[in-house]
């Protein structure tokens, strides 16, 4: 069955530190995709991004890069020169690819991430 | 603004009581699921419908039901509230109810059972 751990449960960060959250996944699959979603303090959840397990490149998005290791099965985050604006919950998240389509995610239990002016 | 509406966005009853969520999907995604955020639990799956049909059932009490309607809006019915029950409630859409596809939550309703 498929699990996602997230051992930081939470994080505090002065503004300006870099800062990686941590996601390992588990999962007998071979083809499978990876999230992260952000929840700010207002409650929506944000897609960040989703990474398929065909594509081992590392992403970058801004101040945001994503660092996806099959060998380690891990898909940490990291947030450069962080802001307040960071702070939220972030959750990672895992769906299986099945002939029927039925994959919901399952996440992680999130990282509350607290980023200090 | 994820394009995924929920209404409404606060709702507060009474244990026993019944009360309807509900969903807008973005506009094209035909499959819409449900999940549950408590304390404990976390972030579970509830539900999937896709095009008007069930496709996957996750951790749904018996208590809990949905449905999603040919214009494609869905309805999660909540009975015989109990106090556990509270919780933020998420719809999220996707375009194919697939793992191919992304899929964006609505802001949620919170639901207080006092």
């Known amino acids: 069955a498929q699990k996602v751990t997230q051992a930081q449960t939470e994080i505090s960060v002065v503004e300006k530190e870099d800062v990686t959250l941590d996601c390992v996944y588990e999962?007998?699959?071979?083809?499978?995709?990876l999230f992260w979603y952000k929840q700010p303090p207002s409650g929506e959840l944000v897609f960040l991004i989703r990474?398929?397990?065909?594509?081992?490149q590392n992403e970058i998005s801004g101040r945001y890069s994503w660092n996806f290791q099959k060998s380690t099965s891990s898909f940490n985050f990291t947030i450069t020169a962080s802001q307040v604006v960071d702070s939220a919950v972030y959750f990672c998240a895992l769906s299986e690819a099945r002939n029927s389509g039925n994959t919901p995610l399952v996440f992680g239990k999130g990282t509350r991430l607290s980023v200090i002016a | 603004d994820s394009g995924v509406t929920q209404t409404p966005k606060h709702l507060i009853t009474a244990t026993g009581q019944r009360v309807t969520l509900r969903c807008s999907p973005r506009?094209?995604?035909?499959?819409v699921y449900w999940y549950q955020q408590s304390l404990d639990q976390g972030l579970q799956f509830l539900i999937q419908y896709y095009n008007g049909e069930e496709r996957a059932k996750g951790n749904i009490l018996e208590r809990f039901s949905a449905q999603q309607f040919p214009d494609l809006h869905s309805e999660l019915n909540l009975s015989s509230l109990e106090l556990g029950d509270s919780a933020l409630y998420f719809c999220a859409s996707s375009s194919e109810g697939d793992a191919t596809d992304t899929q964006y939550f609505g802001p949620g309703t919170r639901l207080t059972v006092l």
């Open positions: 999962t007998r699959d071979t083809t499978y995709y």
């Open positions: 990474r398929n397990s065909f594509d081992e």
């Open positions: 506009s094209g995604d035909l499959s």
